[in-house]
């Protein structure tokens, strides 16, 4: 269906503001630097379109006809109108909002603190933060960009991994003075657990030895309630070293192993390749790979090209909780 835009003389409505502004063909036409041929061919245009004459033109003296007079301000209110449009979007490709999605818990527990850097180095760059699991169809959302946890493939999407993940097994102080810490090969029905939907303890025990036995503990969906639990002194958590790096430094939480379990998934920056072009996008995304370079990994942290996700020793080698040979791909998945 054909658009009320289609048929409008755009190019002609500017020219006639830069006549009537200057009453001069000829100085319209040095201001658009074009030829006063073509100002007198665009205002034809107009004339026709509209069935009535603009200007009334007397030698070299040019005046507005009363439709002209009437014409010019609803003109100059559109262009004004258009102009900042478009100044606006200029503006917002450089700074301004810049809307993301991610993970909950990586907002709460990891960007939250670094916020203020961001702020204080670029403060032009707003974020609108939206979380969810789900991935982004950037073509139905005004999204610019998203972090996700996953194996780093995004169907037509340009995908950057920014930082490597790892599992660490923590409790709360008071737990840890009580039952000890965790050793290689001791069973873990000793031990008051807490299972994450996301976590659960099964990555600690599946790098043993002897085949994984069931795990029994409170069960909690979320990473971040996970980890409040433990804070709580509820029980022994397996949780991502990202979410728990702050409270640990804190002393809300303390490690209750030495080892650290590289993760199968990796924190990825996606976005459409061409958003890359946009300042306030690739400028956020310099910041996050700086900050992401500046986190310290775990203590007892194995290389990150291996992951937890298959057993690597027999039965007749000591049951320790190392890093394995890398697990076969699995399916991308966001996490809370």
């Known amino acids: 269906m054909a658009s009320a835009y289609d048929r409008l003389p755009l190019n002609a409505l500017r020219v006639f503001e830069a006549v009537a502004s200057r009453l001069s063909f000829a100085d319209a036409a040095e201001a658009l630097h074009v030829t006063p041929a073509a100002v007198s061919m665009q205002i034809k245009t107009l004339e ?33 109108e258009l102009e900042a449009a478009l100044s606006q979007l200029r503006k917002d490709r450089k700074g301004g ?27 032009d760059v707003e974020l609108r933060i939206h979380t969810d699991r789900a991935n982004v169809d950037f073509s139905r959302s005004d999204f610019h960009a998203a972090i996700r946890l996953g194996n780093g493939t995004y169907k037509g999407l340009h ?35 807490l299972q994450g939907a996301d976590e659960p303890w099964i990555h600690w ?42 409270d640990l430094q804190s002393g809300r939480l303390q490690l209750a192993s ?14 459409p390749k061409s958003y890359l072009a946009m300042p306030k996008v690739a400028t956020f995304l310099e910041w996050l790979q700086r900050a992401a370079k500046a986190f310290p990994t775990p203590p007892g942290a194995t290389a990150a090209d291996n992951t937890v996700g298959t057993k690597a020793k027999t039965a007749s080698q000591p049951a320790k909780p190392v890093a394995v040979k890398k697990a076969p791909p699995a399916k991308s998945r966001a996490k809370k």
């Open 258 to 271: 030495p080892c650290a379990l590289p993760y199968r998934w990796s924190y990825h920056f996606v976005c």
């Open 159 to 193: 995908s950057v991994k920014v930082m490597d993940e790892w599992l660490v097994a923590v409790a709360s102080p008071a737990l840890v003075a009580k039952h000890g810490m965790l050793n290689s090969g001791q069973a873990l029905d000793k031990f008051p657990l």
């Open 97 to 123: 909002q810049l809307n993301i999605s991610m993970l909950a818990s990586f907002l709460q527990k990891w960007l939250l603190p670094r916020l203020p850097d961001l702020n204080a180095r670029h403060p």
């Open 205 to 246: 025990l599946e790098v043993g030895g002897d085949p994984p036995q069931p795990v029994r503990g409170s069960v909690l969906d979320d990473s971040v309630s996970v980890i409040t639990a433990a804070e709580q002194g509820l029980g022994f958590a397996l949780v991502r070293w990202s979410l728990a790096a702050n």
């Open 48 to 80: 026709d379109y509209l069935q009535v004459p603009l200007f009334r033109r007397s030698g070299r003296k040019v005046e507005l006809t009363a439709e002209g007079e009437e014409l010019l301000p609803g003109i100059r209110r559109g262009l004004d």
